[in-house]
């Protein structure tokens, strides 16, 4: 019995050890004092092209004009700005990941330190943001390469929760929020138990599995019941508002109603045309969350305006006979069939620095350089749900953006300031920490 109690003790030890391990010790951008002017920069806004030796100017955190080379920015009176002239660098608006689990994932393998899943598979009252760690070293791992904002989503199980937006800093999670609910997360089930379930995007769906589709029926049934649920507590609740609140119910309201987005977790043919149609039917606002075979659903995703929110450029072909680059040319084909779509990483959230470069090889294969910028700018605000705020460089939404050598596709490229709602980041991270002391080891045997 002793014995057990002392291994039950170092276990517990060990567990608070690796979340200290994963806890980021920067401090957070102090808020912005006086307005910031960046000037005699390339200004990617991604809405309106390319403004070579621009001028932009932020306050509080918003953008307050955007300017052309020769133009002038109008300041408020008495104003005493911050002014860098940037001598030709390049200013991108931050990236955004979409689909991600960044902060709620610190040690894949340690099962406390893993946020993404609630308990059963009906749990539409889950918020992702509520379960994110300010403190993540994910954080600024992702902040150097340029991704400066997330639309986080729960995983497992079929209503697995409401995705959130945020940016990536802030010291409480109310400061992260961009919109705390963008959308419900529903793991459609595909037949014979491919797709996306218990296990996250990656993971095997509920149902199918050698009984003909019969689970899999059942699986998406449950998931219409609750929603036809929600819809009768709705309109009973409307009725005579002296009904109790369920909580279950009320989670699902903003999408019954089209003010939020259902993001449909669906990677093969006939699980997206079912997906698509039952949302369809119920006046949902979808977006398909996979798309690994959204090319052959193009006339149907086109037809009720279905945006898709590709997860992951970097995939092997899906058959032995497929081509290659079939993932490479995903967003490209899209493209050409007409369908509106985002890139996101779809793979582990310590991964999602890697956006830039999926967009990269996305752009090589035929997309081209702008069209693969907005795909993880503009585009994937848009279709989260968050284009008012993030995407772009345009008056009125937040200055979350970053300055950069280069082009952030290419791996040369050296960002070297950015800004979340204004306010200045550090950009330092446990790489960098760790690049600099080992350099410094090696500075150190050569004598210098």
Not at 182 to 195: D, H, K, L, S
Not at 344 to 357: F, I
Request: net charge neutral.
């Amino acid at each position: 019995m002793h014995l057990l109690r002392t291994s039950c003790a170092l276990a517990a030890l060990s567990v608070f050890a690796l979340k200290g391990l994963a806890q980021d010790l920067l401090h957070k951008g102090a808020p912005q004092q006086a307005p910031v002017v960046l000037r005699n920069a390339s200004l990617h806004t991604v809405s309106s092209g390319v403004l070579l030796g621009g001028t932009l100017w932020f306050q509080d955190g918003v953008l307050r004009g955007v300017h052309p080379a020769g133009e002038e920015p109008k300041l408020p009176d008495g104003a005493q700005p911050v002014v860098v002239d940037l001598q030709g660098k390049h200013v991108f608006p931050g990236m955004v990941a979409v689909g991600s689990q960044l902060g709620l994932v610190e040690i894949g393998s340690v099962r406390q330190t893993v946020d993404t899943d609630e308990v059963g598979e009906l749990s539409p009252e889950a918020l992702a943001l509520v379960a994110v760690n300010p403190d993540t070293t994910g954080f600024p791992v992702t902040r150097q390469n340029g991704v400066l904002a997330s639309v986080l989503f729960p995983t497992g199980g079929l209503l697995p929760g409401r995705a959130s937006a945020i940016e990536l800093d802030g010291w409480t999670n109310a400061e992260l929020s961009v919109v705390a609910d963008v959308g419900v997360v529903v793991g459609w089930p595909a037949r014979g138990g491919g797709g996306f379930g218990r296990r996250g995007m990656r993971g095997t769906a509920t149902g199918g599995g050698g009984d003909d589709g019969e689970a899999t029926k059942k699986a998406r049934q449950r998931i219409d019941d609750a929603f036809a649920a929600a819809r009768s507590w709705l309109d009973a609740y409307v009725a005579d508002a002296t009904i109790p609140i369920d909580v279950r119910h009320q989670a699902l309201v903003s999408a019954l109603r089209g003010e939020a987005r259902v993001f449909l977790l669906a990677s093969e043919q006939e699980q997206i045309e079912s997906a698509v149609r039952w949302a369809v039917g119920r006046g949902l606002r979808a977006v398909v969350v996979g798309g690994r075979d959204a090319v052959a659903c193009a006339d149907l995703l086109r037809r009720h305006a279905v945006p898709v929110v590709v997860t992951g450029v970097h995939r092997l072909p899906t058959r032995d006979d497929a081509a290659y680059d079939e993932a490479f040319t995903l967003p490209k084909r899209l493209q050409d069939a007409g369908v509106r779509f985002c890139i996101a990483c779809g793979g582990e959230p310590s991964n999602e620095r890697n956006l830039p470069y999926h967009a990269a090889t996305a752009a090589a294969f035929g997309l081209g350089r702008d069209r693969a910028l907005a795909a993880v700018t503009l585009d994937a605000a848009e279709i989260a749900g968050v284009g008012e705020q993030l995407g772009s460089l345009s008056v009125g939404k937040h200055a979350t953006l970053f300055v950069a050598d280069g082009h952030p596709f290419d791996l040369s490229t050296r960002i070297e300031q950015a800004y979340v709602r204004g306010r200045a980041i550090d950009l330092r991270s446990k790489h960098s920490e760790l690049a600099a002391k080992y350099r410094a080891r090696y500075r150190q045997l050569r004598g210098k």
